[in-house]
């Protein structure tokens, strides 16, 4: 189908006759157009919701934390680029690090993210985070066993101390298929304009899967606690889960409870 924006849909949706063109020339198939339009209308509202509660956060000096991980090629990046569409660009970060430096190396392991810890008033995306050392580098033997092991012991009572001194901390992951990330992957491999997303990492994705789904479910049974649980999104539609994403953020900053068929939450 035809990109449109949701002022173009609407505008669509107003005439019947004009859908009619469109749909006999082939140009949107009214089944999808519908479908598009109940998107956009819904991820505007939430973007809405979300700019809201923004204000009330710059206002009264809160500080958000959002960690976002994933399986490579989940949509972490399309996600919270929904996510800050619309937000006071002054008052949010993306965070997202490159591998360590010879000198970071030789740091306490959370030193490099402490730096990036939201200000007063600021929200914080972590694009990846120190969760790297739950999954990614004991998968690819970037770290050793002892390391690993500190920051399983470690990671709870760091997270409890931010929290205990006012950060407000939220942790989504998330989980696509195999098949999924197989076909994502491929087009990234098969589009030049999204060749830059393909990492060297990411094309071992589909070997070490069994190896990833240990580390994930180690990370979840680890490091999902009670104040800082491990919010699951599972689907392979990215518009469901760029929703659900915004939902999760929104009921956190409402102190609501967030349960669909999509989320699994880590402690249940």
């Known amino acids: 189908m035809a990109e ?10 107003s005439k019947q006759e004009i859908i009619d063109f469109l749909v006999e020339h082939d140009i949107i198939k009214e089944k999808k157009f519908r479908e598009q339009l109940a998107y956009e209308k819904e991820l505007q509202q939430l973007q809405e919701n979300l700019l809201a509660l923004q204000s009330n956060i710059i206002d009264q000096n ?6 976002f991980e994933g399986r ?16 006071n660009p002054k008052k949010y970060r993306v965070v997202s690090l490159p591998k360590p430096n010879e ?18 008033g600021e929200i914080v995306f972590f694009d990846r985070s ?44 998330l989980s696509i298929s195999k098949k ?23 094309q071992k994705a589909q070997e070490l899967w069994d190896k990833y789904t240990d580390y994930i479910t180690t990370m979840y049974a680890k490091t999902g606690t009670e104040n800082s649980p491990w919010i ?25 409870k967030h349960e669909t068929e999509t989320v699994n939450i880590y402690p249940s």
């Not at 809160?62 to 960690?67: D, F, G, H, P, Y």
């Not at 000198?103 to 007063?120: C, D, K, S, T, V």
């Not at 999924?180 to 990411?202: H, I, P």
């Open 180 to 202: 999924e990330q197989a076909e994502r992957l491929q087009d990234r491999k098969d589009d030049e304009l999204k060749n830059w997303k393909l990492g060297s990492l990411d």
């Open 232 to 256: 699951e999104i599972v689907t392979d539609d990215k518009k469901t889960a760029r929703l659900e994403a915004l939902k999760i953020i929104i009921n956190a900053l409402s102190t609501k």
């Open 4 to 13: 449109f924006d949701l002022k173009d849909l609407e505008a669509i949706n």
């Open 103 to 120: 000198l970071q190396q030789g740091q306490w392991y959370f030193q490099r993210y402490f730096e990036e810890l939201p200000n007063a």
């Open 130 to 173: 120190w969760y790297n050392r739950a999954v990614v580098e004991p998968v690819f033997d970037f770290c050793t066993k002892e390391q690993y092991d500190k920051f399983l012991k470690q990671v709870v009572d760091v997270e409890n101390l931010l929290q205990d001194d006012g950060i407000i901390l939220i942790k989504i992951f």
């Open 62 to 67: 809160k500080r958000v934390l959002i960690i």
């Open 72 to 87: 490579d090629a989940s949509g972490k990046g399309g996600t919270i680029s929904r996510a800050t569409e619309y937000l």
